[in-house]
């Protein structure tokens, strides 16, 4: 299994985003900690028709607050939970016409901030939350394809991390949760954002990244998905951003090529094996270690691709690891399987 933790401020490894024209969001505690004083409303009954929006986006904007406060998992979060306000805050962040941009921006935070608490995301999920936050995602591609993506990075960012993080949970797997998202729209809907980030906000593609990581995991249609899309070539055209992009999209390669010969027959011949080749040649340890693990696993399950392996000078290319002491074991095995099969 290779799903990712829940994150609350981030990893480390992956850098914090600070969506332009924010107001706090990102690590969004920067202006110190919100009062414990406020109370969750009541009533919440009537909290997705006002027709007041600036109104709505305000109490999303204080909800934000409120949930990153210290006492939250254990006194305020709770108390959210036992009230209606879930299911209204997912009523909010249903796409369609009535979708209000300011409204759903902070009340995905909300959601957000929820989910990282680990409270009790078994009853998001069983209120619907990945089917929602699913389909808002497909409109948001769907947006970025319509040019209508003024601002878009502000919504898509906790979305994603929303998803990202309740695929993590127990409960996605004993509700059926992942049913809800096991359609192929969500894979290419996450491309097509992946490449909007690429051209305009570069910092996002971690999110989308750890998004896909989480989907291919452990689960065998969606790796499908990548395959029947022709998506590997698009998926290693992003290699060369960053060192922490590199070790995402080696992760997800290493999750497809682990589901067997079937699927590593779709991964090679192609141009991967001359990509790995190029990532051997970084010195980022990580971003090499993961390099080293995707060829084992096509050794493993792609014999032939060890022979093309070495006629493409792969013995050179990890001859510059072996002194590397975190590396060193993983180049000798690999370099033995190469050789000797």
Same mark, same amino acid.
């Given at each position: 299994?290779?799903? /990712? ?10 850098? $914090? ?18 009062? =414990? ?6 009533? &919440? ?8 929006? &600036? ?8 909800? =934000? ?21 879930? %299911?209204?805050? /997912? ?18 935070? #909300? ?20 089917? @929602?936050? *699913? ?6 591609? *769907? ?12 919504? $898509? #960012? ?9 695929? +993590? ?5 004993? $509700? ?22 690429? %051209?305009?906000?570069? =910092? ?11 989907? @291919?995991?452990? =689960?065998?249609?969606? #790796? +499908? ?18 060192? $922490? ?18 699927? #590593?027959?779709? /991964? ?10 190029? &990532? ?9 270690? %993961? ?13 032939? +691709?060890?022979?093309?392996?070495? %006629? ?30």
């Amino acid at each position: 299994m290779r799903g /990712l933790d829940p994150r609350g401020s981030r990893d480390p490894a992956v850098p $914090v985003v600070s969506p332009a024209g924010d107001r706090g969001k990102g690590e969004r505690g920067s202006s110190g900690q919100p009062s =414990s004083r406020l109370a969750v409303p009541r009533d &919440t009954a009537d909290l997705h028709q006002s027709p007041h929006q &600036t109104v709505l986006e305000a109490l999303g904007y204080a909800l =934000s607050q409120l949930l990153q406060a210290k006492e939250a998992p254990e006194k305020i979060i709770p108390s959210v939970l036992g009230s209606t306000l879930p %299911q209204h805050m /997912l009523q909010l962040l249903q796409p369609g016409p009535k979708l209000n941009p300011g409204v759903a921006v902070e009340f995905a935070w #909300c959601l957000h901030y929820i989910i990282c608490s680990q409270v009790n995301n078994a009853l998001l999920i069983t209120h619907g939350a990945l089917s @929602t936050l *699913g389909l808002l995602l497909l409109d948001l591609a *769907g947006a970025v394809q319509r040019s209508e993506d003024a601002g878009l990075e502000l919504l $898509v #960012c906790p979305v994603l991390r929303c998803l990202s993080n309740l695929l +993590t949970e127990p409960a996605v797997d004993a $509700v059926g949760g992942q049913m809800e998202l096991r359609d192929e729209r969500i894979v290419a809907s996450l491309f097509i954002l992946l490449q909007f980030f690429l %051209q305009k906000q570069p =910092s996002l593609l971690p999110e989308g990244l750890w998004l896909l990581n989480n989907l @291919t995991a452990n =689960s065998p249609s969606f #790796c +499908t998905s990548l395959l029947s899309l022709d998506l590997i070539e698009p998926l290693l055209q992003l290699l060369p951003v960053s060192n $922490v992009v590199s070790v995402l999209v080696l992760t997800v390669l290493c999750n497809v090529a682990e589901k067997g010969p079937a699927y #590593c027959w779709h /991964l090679w011949p192609g141009p991967l094996l001359s990509s790995l080749l190029d &990532t051997l040649a970084f010195s980022d340890t990580e971003v090499v270690g %993961q390099t080293l693990e995707l060829l084992q696993l096509l050794f493993l399950y792609r014999p032939e +691709t060890a022979q093309a392996f070495l %006629q493409q000078s792969g013995l050179q290319a990890l001859k510059r690891h072996e002194e590397e002491a975190q590396l060193q074991d993983r180049v000798h095995a690999l370099q033995q399987t190469a050789l000797h099969g």
